[in-house]
C-alpha cells in the first residue's frame, strides 16, 4: 500500500500556505512548520466502480483513508484542516455472468476513516477543522436467469440472490496530551453515511421460477474521542460532531412461478433459518421472496480525562445518529397458476446501535458560556423504518407448502439515545460505576438526549380491484421496538462548578402494525396476526454520588410522546377461498417517564422536575367473512393470546429487546366474562399498557433550593381498542 510521511529536520518558516492530498494514508511525524497562510492535509481516495457479479473490484472493497498526526511537532497556520476521507461508489449490475449458472450478486465493503492526534502542538491563527469521514453507496442487482438445464426443477433453486455488506468504521482521536488551539471556531466531525441499495427482482431475466432472496447488512462504529491528557482551547465556539446517516432500501420480488418444497437447502431457506423467522404456529421454513435488513453500530461522541474549552463562545458535543430503511418483500408477482409455486413473502428488520454523547474522567475540564451535551435517535423523517411482506397467490400444486404465514414481516427496532456525565463500566458481569470529576468553569451546562422514531410493519396480501385477497396464507405482523432515552449525571460522576444545570429527555415515537388476512392456505390459528411491543424509557436523573452543588438553577425534564396502531384484518371473500380463522390484534406497551435524584443537592436559585407522557394507542381488529374456527384444545382464545405473546418475547430476547414479559404480558388477563370463557373469537383486540410518569426526591436525601422549586408530574395515556366481527 501507499503511504505518504512527512517530516521536517528541524523548524521551517514559509510565507506562504500548503496544501497536501493524496489518495494514501498521510502521516506528519514531529512536523515543526509556521505558514504564513492556510494548512490543509487531506487523505481522500475516491472511487466508482460498475461492474457485474465477478468484477473483483465490485465484489469487495477496502477504501481507506487516514490522517496521524504525532511526535513532539509544533504546526502553525492561518487556517488549519486536517481530514481523512474515504469515498466510494459500487454498481452491480444485474445482468447474467458465467451464462447464467450464477443465481447471487454479492459486494463487501470494508470501509474506514481514521484521523488520530497523538502528541505535539496544532495552532490556527483562525478556525480548526479536523474530520473523519467515510461516505459508501452501493447498488446491487440481480435478475434471475435459465441455465439452460432441462433435467432440474427451477422452483425448487435460488434464482436471484443479492447480498451487500458494509462495514464502515470511521473514528476521529486526540489524544497523546495534543495541544490544539483557535483563535476562531473549532470544528472536530466524524461523519458516517451509507447509502444501500439490493433488489434481487424476480421478474426480470430470463427465468422465471425460483426463489429471490436480498439481504443488506450495515454495521461499523462512528467514533469522536478527545482524551488522554489532551487539550483544544479556541476563541470562538468548539463543536464536537459524531454523526451517522445510514439509508437502506433491500426488495425482493418474487419470480412469476415461485418456489416449491423438496430441492433440498437453499439460500432462502438458510436466510430464513438464520434470521429466526417464525410466527405462534411455528417456523417458516420456505418463501418466495425474502428481504432481510440489519443495521448496528453505536454513534459515540466522548471527552475523558482531557480539557475542551471556548474562551469566548460555546461547547457543544454531539453525537447523532439518523437513519431511513426500507425492506420489501413482495410475491405478488406470483401468478398463481396451476404449475407455479407457493407466493409467501418474509420481510425481516433488526436495528441495533446506540448515540452517546459522554464526559467523563477524573482531570476533565469543560468550558464555554454555554455547554451543552448532546445524544440524538433520528429526527423528523430521519428515524423511519418501512418494512412490507406482500403475498401472492400460490398454484394448486403448492398448497402444501404454505405451512405457517402467506406474509410475514417482523421488525426489532433497538437503540438508546444518552447524554452521559460519568461512565459504567458494562465489561464484566455486573455493571461498575467509575468515580468521574468533571469541571464545567462555571458554565451553564445542558445535558440533552432525544429518540425521534417511526416503525411501519405491513404483512398484507396481494388484493384485487374489490378488495379481495389473491395472496394466499395467513398474515403475520410484528413490531419490536426498545428504546431507552437518558440524559443522566451517572452515579459516582461528579460535577463541580457548574452554574445552570439542565438535564432534558425527549422521546417521540410512531408505531404502526398492520396485518391483512391472504386467501385460505396453511395452518395458522389467526388469518391475520399483528403484534406490536414498544417499551421506552425516558428519564432524566441524578444517580447516587458525591453531593451536587451549582450556582444557577437546576431543571429536569423528561418528556415522552408515543402513538401506536395495531390493525388486523380478515379477508373481504367468503366462501371456499377465504380463511377460517381469527383476527388478532395485539398491543404491549411499557413507557417509563421519570425524572430523579438520587444525590444531595445545593441549589442556590429555582429547582424544577417535570415529567410529561401524552401517548395514544389503538387497537382494531375486524374479522374474515367466515369467522374463525372451532375451538378446540389447541386452538382457543386465551392459549392463542399467551402464543403470540411467546413468540413476541423469544423474538425479542433473539435481537437484544425487551419483550412482554417485561410489560404486561406475563399478567395476561384470561379472555373470559363474569359468567363464562370465551373459547374462541373471530375477532380478538387487545391492549396492554403499564404506564408510569414520576418527579421524584427519594427519602433521606437533603435538599436546599434558595428559590422556587417544582416537582411535578402529568400523564395523559388514552387506549382505544375495536374488535369487529359484524362481518
Same mark, same amino acid.
Request: charged share 10%.
Given at each position: ?5 512527512? *517530516? ?92 447464467? @449458472? ?11 476513516? +481514521? %484521523?488520530?492526534? %497523538? ?58 496530551? /495534543? ?20 433488489? !434481487? ?48 432500501? =433491500? ?118 458560556? *454555554? ?16 418494512? @412490507? ?48 470529576? %468533571? ?25 384485487? !380491484? ?37 438535564? =432534558? ?17 396453511? @395452518? ?63 398491543? +404491549? ?24 407522557? +401524552? ?55 384470561? /379472555? ?6 370465551? @373459547? ?12 408510569? =410518569? ?34
Amino acid at each position: 500500500d501507499d503511504h505518504l510521511f512527512l *517530516q521536517t529536520s528541524g523548524s521551517a518558516n514559509l510565507n506562504f500556505g500548503v496544501t497536501v492530498v493524496a489518495s494514501c494514508d498521510i502521516t506528519l511525524n514531529a512536523v515543526n512548520v509556521t505558514l504564513n497562510g492556510d494548512l490543509v492535509v487531506r487523505s481522500n481516495p475516491v472511487g466508482n466502480v460498475m461492474g457485474n457479479a465477478i468484477d473483483p473490484e465490485a465484489v469487495l472493497a477496502v477504501p481507506e483513508a487516514l490522517v496521524s498526526v504525532s511526535g513532539a511537532g509544533s504546526i502553525s497556520a492561518t487556517n488549519i484542516t486536517l481530514e481523512a476521507k474515504a469515498a466510494k461508489t459500487i454498481v452491480v449490475t444485474p445482468e447474467a455472468a458465467f451464462g447464467g @449458472d450464477l443465481s447471487f450478486a454479492e459486494s463487501i465493503v470494508a470501509a474506514s476513516a +481514521y %484521523v488520530t492526534i %497523538v502528541g505535539g502542538t496544532i495552532a490556527a491563527t483562525n478556525n480548526l477543522v479536523i474530520s473523519a469521514e467515510s461516505n459508501i453507496s452501493t447498488t446491487v442487482g440481480r435478475n434471475p436467469t435459465d441455465d439452460g438445464n432441462t433435467n432440474d426443477n427451477d422452483q425448487q433453486q435460488d434464482a436471484a440472490i443479492v447480498l451487500t455488506t458494509i462495514d464502515n468504521a470511521v473514528t476521529l482521536n486526540i489524544g497523546g496530551s /495534543a495541544v490544539l488551539t483557535a483563535g476562531g471556531t473549532a470544528v472536530l466531525l466524524a461523519n458516517n453515511l451509507v447509502t444501500a441499495v439490493a433488489n !434481487a427482482d424476480g421478474t426480470a431475466g430470463s427465468s422465471d421460477a425460483g426463489g429471490t432472496v436480498a439481504v443488506t447488512t450495515i454495521t461499523g462504529a462512528t467514533e469522536l474521542l478527545v482524551g488522554g491528557g489532551a487539550s483544544l482551547v479556541a476563541s470562538g465556539d468548539v463543536s464536537l460532531i459524531s454523526n451517522s446517516v445510514r439509508n437502506a432500501t =433491500t426488495t425482493a420480488n418474487a419470480t412469476p412461478r415461485g418456489t416449491t418444497s423438496g430441492g433440498g437447502s437453499t439460500t432462502g431457506s438458510t436466510t430464513l433459518n438464520n434470521n429466526n423467522a417464525s410466527t405462534p404456529n411455528g417456523s417458516l421454513p420456505l418463501a418466495a421472496a425474502v428481504a432481510v435488513g440489519h443495521l448496528g453500530g453505536d454513534t459515540l461522541a466522548e471527552i475523558n480525562n482531557a480539557t475542551v474549552r471556548s474562551t469566548f463562545g460555546n461547547l457543544s458535543q454531539l453525537a447523532d445518529a439518523k437513519y431511513t430503511l426500507v425492506t420489501l418483500a413482495d410475491s405478488s408477482t406470483n401468478t398463481g397458476t396451476s404449475n407455479s409455486g407457493i407466493g409467501v413473502a418474509a420481510a425481516i428488520q433488526n436495528v441495533s446501535g446506540d448515540a452517546i454523547s459522554r464526559v467523563r474522567g477524573t482531570t476533565t475540564i469543560i468550558d464555554g458560556n *454555554q455547554i451543552n451535551i448532546n445524544a440524538r435517535i433520528g429526527d423528523t423523517g430521519l428515524g423511519t423504518v418501512t418494512l @412490507d411482506a406482500i403475498s401472492g397467490p400460490t398454484g394448486s400444486s403448492a398448497t402444501n407448502d404454505l405451512n405457517v404465514a402467506g406474509a410475514l414481516a417482523i421488525n426489532v427496532n433497538t437503540g438508546d439515545a444518552r447524554a452521559q456525565l460519568g461512565f459504567i463500566d458494562m465489561s464484566g458481569a455486573n455493571p461498575v460505576p467509575v468515580a468521574s470529576s %468533571v469541571n464545567a468553569s462555571s458554565s451553564n451546562v445542558s445535558l440533552s438526549a432525544t429518540t425521534t422514531t417511526t416503525d411501519t410493519v405491513r404483512a398484507t396480501p396481494k388484493q384485487d !380491484a374489490n378488495g379481495k385477497s389473491i395472496g394466499a396464507g395467513a398474515s403475520f405482523a410484528l413490531n419490536i421496538v426498545d428504546h431507552v432515552t437518558e440524559s443522566r449525571l451517572l452515579d459516582s460522576g461528579q460535577l463541580m462548578g457548574a452554574n445552570n444545570l439542565t438535564l =432534558t429527555a425527549n422521546s417521540n415515537s410512531i408505531q404502526i402494525t398492520d396485518a391483512i388476512a391472504g386467501a385460505k392456505g396453511g @395452518d395458522a390459528f389467526a388469518g391475520a396476526l399483528a403484534i406490536t411491543v414498544a417499551t421506552e424509557d425516558t428519564l432524566a436523573q441524578l444517580g447516587t454520588g458525591t453531593p451536587t452543588a451549582i450556582a444557577g438553577n437546576l431543571s429536569l425534564t423528561a418528556d415522552h410522546q408515543s402513538n401506536t396502531t395495531t390493525k388486523g384484518k380478515g379477508d373481504a371473500s367468503t366462501g371456499t377461498d377465504s380463511n377460517i380463522a381469527a383476527v388478532m390484534a395485539l398491543s +404491549y406497551l411499557n413507557e417509563t417517564t421519570e425524572v430523579r435524584s438520587d444525590r444531595n443537592l445545593t441549589v442556590p436559585g429555582n429547582m424544577t422536575f417535570l415529567a410529561t407522557n +401524552y401517548s395514544t394507542t389503538n387497537g382494531l381488529s375486524t374479522a374474515n367473512a367466515t369467522g374463525a374456527a372451532p375451538s378446540t384444545t389447541t386452538n382457543n382464545t386465551s392459549g392463542n393470546v399467551n402464543n403470540s405473546s411467546t413468540n413476541a418475547g423469544t423474538t425479542a430476547g433473539n435481537n437484544g429487546a425487551r419483550g412482554p414479559s417485561n410489560t404486561t404480558g406475563s399478567r395476561t388477563p384470561a /379472555a373470559a366474562t363474569s359468567r363464562d370463557s370465551i @373459547d374462541v373469537s373471530a375477532a380478538v383486540t387487545l391492549n396492554f399498557i403499564e404506564s408510569s =410518569t414520576r418527579a421524584s426526591l427519594p427519602q433521606n436525601r437533603s435538599v436546599t433550593v434558595d428559590g422556587l422549586t417544582s416537582i411535578r408530574s402529568e400523564a395523559n395515556v388514552d387506549s382505544q381498542m375495536n374488535a369487529d366481527a359484524s362481518t
